[in-house]
């Protein structure tokens, strides 16, 4: 009998290390999926190229939304504890159903830098930027969400970016998100 429960006791030690070690393995993954390169010499690591074209409606009109991140050489590299980065710039461009372009920027995280605490900029990227349906639908001009984040991890501060129909550009920090509070704290 004390064999069988110290077979078990062992049966169960090892499966609960391995679905551990399944998780982390899962999650370093996905991180990894990220990374376009890791230069051998430097260790320099770039996140892949996106591209993404979309069509997209506001106030009954079409427009045609294009987000291209790049991986940027021209900006200063990122040291975080996950290692050296090179940040990203993203290319927006919004044209009209007539073809004829409404909003044109490439940004960079200094877009952002005046809602940054100095110590989190100076170890971020900006990761990416995306179209916001449910806000666009909300507040009747093309809604924008942005993340400046530490490479490789879930800590990011979120932006909410919108662009009016003649063109202008506003940027604010999205206070509905409680990370952004919690990354704060960690700064000071």
């Not at 009954?60 to 504890?81: A, E, I, M, Q």
């Not at 662009?163 to 700064?187: A, N, P, W």
């Amino acid at each position: 009998m004390k064999q069988i429960y110290l077979v078990a006791v062992l049966l169960m030690g090892i499966l609960t290390g391995c679905g551990s070690n399944k998780k982390d393995s899962k999650e370093e993954t996905q991180r990894m999926f990220q990374l376009e390169s890791v230069d051998e010499n430097s260790g320099l690591q770039r996140m892949q190229v996106s591209r993404i074209t979309q069509d997209i409606e506001c106030k009954g009109k079409k427009f045609r939304l294009s987000v291209d991140r790049t991986p940027d050489d021209n900006l200063p590299h990122v040291k975080s504890h996950m290692g050296m980065f090179v940040d990203n710039s993203i290319k927006v461009k919004i044209t009209r159903d007539n073809g004829t372009t409404l909003f044109e920027k490439t940004f960079t995280k200094n877009d952002f830098a005046s809602n940054l605490p100095a110590k989190y900029l100076k170890r971020s990227v900006l990761e990416g930027l995306v179209f916001d349906d449910v806000r666009t639908a909300e507040k009747k001009e093309i809604t924008l969400a942005a993340s400046v984040s530490y490479p490789m991890t879930d800590l990011y501060i979120p932006f909410v970016l919108v662009v009016t129909q003649d063109g202008r550009l506003s940027i604010s920090k999205d206070e509905d998100m409680g990370e952004m509070t919690f990354l704060e704290e960690q700064m000071e």
